[in-house]
Each structure stands twice: as structure tokens, then as C-alpha cells.
């Protein structure tokens, strides 16, 4: 089929999911939210951007469950996981983090769309196991998205370029973000937590600090290597997000976005 050139965000009810939506309605192009429940959320009931939002079922783990969405779309952006919470068991932090991102970006090149945006972290070592490997394992899939356009591999370069990829070397890109601390108004059972009123000053100071920082993370790598980094605001990160789908400069090969690149990131 024809590309749609929608946009679709798997797990696109989530916090920073819905700030990617919002964001590409904002820009004009196409969206499909992608979640277990796919519904709109309570918060966004009186939001107009929401309405231009195609908010539909599936799960990751199940891509049959939205084939049908990716068929013609212009990227997939992939926004879901489970926080590194110390008492999660081992098996359920890598299916969160690692499986249902890597089937999510393995679909997308079945359907041959050219370009997959993925949400990852940057974390140190003594995080928890399975949030460590989880993220690694989509990173990973991420990687292979691209590499196996160039050798060959997965969807033909007709498809993958038809799908915004760019052209040539593949026709495919892959961008994946690592944050660390992503700030913004939450929702808890509807109740808004502006976190941003706390860390937007606290990311500020740590980019001012990181002469005086950095060398101190360098002296304890294991404690502090991954800990220590700027927070970046859920608008930043959504904006990275919406261009690494859309901008002509990341049409093409593989890029990953630190958490102060994500702190200081300007929209294209």
C-alpha cells in the first residue's frame, strides 16, 4: 500500500508517548497511538490535539495485534518499558525493556518502514539486571534494524525508502534515546505532579557543573558513571523523538542521543 506517512507510537499512552504525539499533531503529520488498552487517556479527554490522535489496541509482544497500523507508515517510534525498580523480577524487566522493544522494531522492518525511533536509557552498572539487559537487547534491535537494510537484509530498499528512510546504504534509520532522568507533569489517577518545577532547576545546575563533575564521575566510574547526568525535560525528549521520524537529516543510518544532548536537544 502507500505510505500513509502517519507516524505511529507504540506505547503511545504513556507519559512520554503522549508528549510524542502531541508534538507530531502539533507538526501536522499523521498519528497512531499504540497501546493495550487504546484508549485515550483521562487527562487528555479536553485536549483538541488528542482528538487528531488514531488511538488504537495491541500489544508489543503481539505484533499481529497491529500489523495493520504499520503498513504504509512513515515510522515507528517505540516509547514503552518498566522503571529499574530494585524488587522487579529479572524475567519481566527484560520482557519489558528488552523484548517488547526489540519485537516492536523487528516489526516495523517487516513491514518495511524505514525508520524506527526507540526510547532506551542511560543507567549505571549497579541498576537492575534485567532493566540493564532489557535496554541493551532494544538497542541492540535497533542496531540490527539498520545494519541488516545495508547487508541486504529485511524489507527491500523499495519499501524502506517509500517509507521515509532516505536513500541509498539501506534506506533505513534507527535513532535511540538515552535519558536518564526524564522530568515533565505526570499523571497519577488524574492528579498532575509537575516534577519539571524541581529537576528543570537541577538539570540547569548540572550542565553549568559538569567541568567540576565529570572528573569526579571518572574517579568512581561504577558508582557514578550513568547516575550522574543531566535530567531532560519530556518535551526535549519528545522533540528529539518527532525528528528522528521526521527530519531529512536523520533519514538514513544509526544515531543515539545522550542524556546532554536530550537536556540542551532544539527541535529541527
Known sequence: PPPTMSVVVIGGNGFVGTNILKQLVKKGVPAVSISRSGTLPKQLAKEEWAAA?????????????YAASLEGARAVIVAVGSPPIPTSDLAWQIKMNGTTNAMAVEAAGAAGVGRVVLLGATCPEWAPEGYVKGKAMGEAAAMKFVEEAVSGGGADDEAASSSGGGGGGGGRSAMVLKPGMIYGTRYEK?????LGVVFGPVSWLMRMAMPVINPVVNTFPYVLKGAVVPPASVENVAAAAVDGATAEEYGEG??????ADLA???AK
Open 254 to 259: 544509526f544515531v543515539s542521543l545522550l542524556p
Open 264 to 266: 540542551v536537544y532544539v
Open 53 to 65: 490522535v488514531k488511538w488504537t489496541a495491541g500489544d508489543a509482544t503481539e505484533p499481529e495485534t
Open 190 to 194: 488524574g492528579v498532575p505532579i509537575p
